[in-house]
C-alpha cells in the first residue's frame, strides 16, 4: 500500500529526493515517516510529517533533509542534500497514528511500511 522509490547511487554532497506513494489508502490523518537501517544497524527514525503539518527530524539529518507531502498526488517526499557516506542505508516510509495527536518514535507503532529504497553515497 506504500511504495517508496528515488533511492540510489550517488557521491558525498550529492542530493537525491525519495518519494513514498500511497495505493488504495489516502495519508489523510496519518503521521508519516521516514526510517532508515544501514546493515548491521537498527532501524532509525529520520523524520516525521504529522497529519496537522508539524515536520521533525531526527539523528543528524537536521538542516540537510526535508519532509514534504502533496496531498493531490497521495505522495510524501524525503528531500536529501549534502549527502554523507554514513547516509548509506535503506529508507523506508511507515504510515501510523491515525489522527493521533502525538507522534511515534518506534517502528513497531506504525501500521503501513513501504518495501525500502537503498541509498547508497560514496566518498
Known amino acids: 500500500q506504500l511504495q517508496a522509490s528515488g533511492g540510489g547511487l550517488v557521491q558525498a554532497g550529492g542530493s537525491l529526493r525519495l518519494s513514498c506513494a500511497a495505493s488504495?489508502?489516502?495519508?489523510?490523518?496519518?503521521?508519516v515517516a521516514w526510517f532508515r537501517q544501514a546493515p548491521g544497524k537498527e532501524r532509525e527514525l529520520v523524520a516525521t510529517?504529522?497529519?496537522?503539518?508539524?515536520?521533525t527530524y531526527y539523528a543528524d539529518v537536521k538542516g540537510r533533509f526535508a519532509v514534504s507531502r502533496d496531498n493531490a498526488k497521495n505522495t510524501v517526499y524525503l528531500q536529501m542534500d549534502s549527502l554523507k557516506p554514513e547516509d548509506t542505508a535503506a529508507y523506508y516510509c511507515?504510515?501510523?497514528?491515525?489522527?493521533?495527536?502525538?507522534?511515534?518514535?518506534?517502528?513497531?507503532?506504525?501500521?503501513?511500511w513501504g518495501q525500502g529504497t537503498l541509498v547508497t553515497v560514496s566518498s
Open positions: 510529517i504529522h497529519w496537522t503539518g508539524g515536520i
Open positions: 488504495g489508502r489516502t495519508f489523510s490523518g496519518y503521521t
Open positions: 511507515a504510515a501510523g497514528g491515525r489522527y493521533y495527536s502525538g507522534t511515534y518514535y518506534r517502528p513497531s507503532e506504525y501500521n503501513y
